[in-house]
């Protein structure tokens, strides 16, 4: 069987734990090719980022028309995107040439707190980049970011969160419960037909740096590989599956020793 082309769309990450490198590590781990089209340079480590520098429009148009133009792509994730000029192009080329799936994670707050996108660039991701993905994985306060409210703070916060995000227009979305408290760290799936928690144990680690990232690259290789024609169903198992994968991942990144601060997971778990 052919091996599913993916792209990420997403910044880079100088420490290899997050953003164009985390994905592409996730997507060979998962059995997919992946590409990518870079749209900020980052200064950061495990301890935190010191600078942004977004890549301009034309650009990161530039990257995407001499991709498209070239490789069919079954899936693509989008990462940070800087502006509003940024969010228009991506969803130009997207809609001109659509994958089958289009999973957006809606980097705005790193895990150190760092918020990396302005005002406008957050409107252009909930005005113009949900509703054109097919899947949305938010974390809490990019969740509350989003709907401009107070962060969730219990599970029960979490499911009133839930009817206006899926209202923002994407079909599935995956509302992370990780900044919760507690022995859990369960997440609420949304679908067009219901709501499901996907529920995990929280595992005792500081190398939480690229989590988010990772997950969002798992849902969207294992997307990637299902038929054409798959169903709803077919979908969720999907998500879930990139769920397991992320937590054994986590599992196993205390044979990682990368920086003096929130390390990366091991996206090669099951390989090295």
Known sequence: MTIANVLTIAGSDPSG??????DLKTFSALGTFG?????????????????????PAAFIASQLDTLLEDVELAA????????????????ERLSRRRPRWIVLDPVMVAKS??????????????DILVPLADVVTPNLPEAAVLLDVSTPATLADM?????????LGAPYVVLKGGHLQGESSADLLATPK????LPATRLAT???????????????????KLPETASSEEAVAAIQAAKRW????????????VGSGRGPVHHFHAWW
């Open 194 to 197: 219901e709501q499901t928690w």
């Open 206 to 224: 500081d190398n939480l740096h690229g989590t988010g990232c990772s997950l969002s690259s798992a849902i969207t290789a294992s997307l990637a």
């Open 113 to 126: 707190g760092d918020i990396l996108v302005d005002d406008v660039g957050i409107r252009a991701v909930r």
């Open 35 to 55: 590409t990518s089209v870079i749209t900020a340079l980052t200064a950061q480590n495990t301890q935190g980022v010191r600078g942004v520098h977004p890549v």
């Open 76 to 91: 693509v994730k989008i990462g940070m995107v800087t502006s509003r000029d940024v969010a228009e192009v991506i969803a």
């Open 17 to 22: 734990g997050a953003g164009i490198q985390a």
């Open 246 to 257: 992320l937590h054994a991942a986590l599992e196993a990144s205390s044979r990682l020793k």
């Open 159 to 167: 499911e009133r969160m839930m009817p206006p995000l899926a209202a």
